[in-house]
Nanobody, 124 residues
Framework: QVQLVESGGGLVQAGGSLRLSCAAS????????MGWFRQAPGKGRKFVAA????????YYPDSVEGRFTISRDNAKNMVYLQMNSLNPEETGVYYC?????????????????WGQGTQGTVSS
């Protein structure tokens, strides 16, 4: 199975942008549907975006639609999350996750593989 390492977090002002990266090591990366989740202090992991393995179809919750973009480069075993127009409520640890299935899911329990997370902080 793959192992995941996130990078790209940091501190931005409200309205700013962050681009997160997730590097996957292991075999058959293109068979994994990839997701991004955010966890605020004291709260559970919240779905942010997903990209399906077979079709590259993307899926977002309404709260980020039009502002966030998930993409993948199977040749480099990489997944990216471009986040624009960020607001302070989107502060948290951002996790990359993987499931070896062709369909995106929004519940974190559907993803058995996780990275260590990267902190994203949006100041007001």
């Amino acid at each position: 199975q793959v192992q995941l390492v996130e990078s790209g977090g940091g501190l931005v002002q409200a309205g700013g942008s962050l681009r997160l990266s997730c590097a996957a090591s292991g075999r058959a990366f293109n068979s994994y549907t990839m997701g991004w989740f955010r966890q605020a202090p004291g709260k559970g992991r919240k779905f942010v975006a997903a990209i399906a393995s077979s079709t590259n179809t993307t899926y977002y919750p309404d709260s980020v639609e039009g502002r966030f973009t998930i993409s993948r480069d199977n040749a480099k075993n990489m997944v990216y999350l471009q986040m624009n127009s960020l607001n302070p409520e989107e502060t948290g640890v951002y996790y990359c996750a993987a499931r070896q299935a062709p369909v995106s899911e929004t519940h974190p329990n559907a993803y058995p593989i996780w990275g260590q997370g990267t902190q994203g902080t949006v100041s007001s």
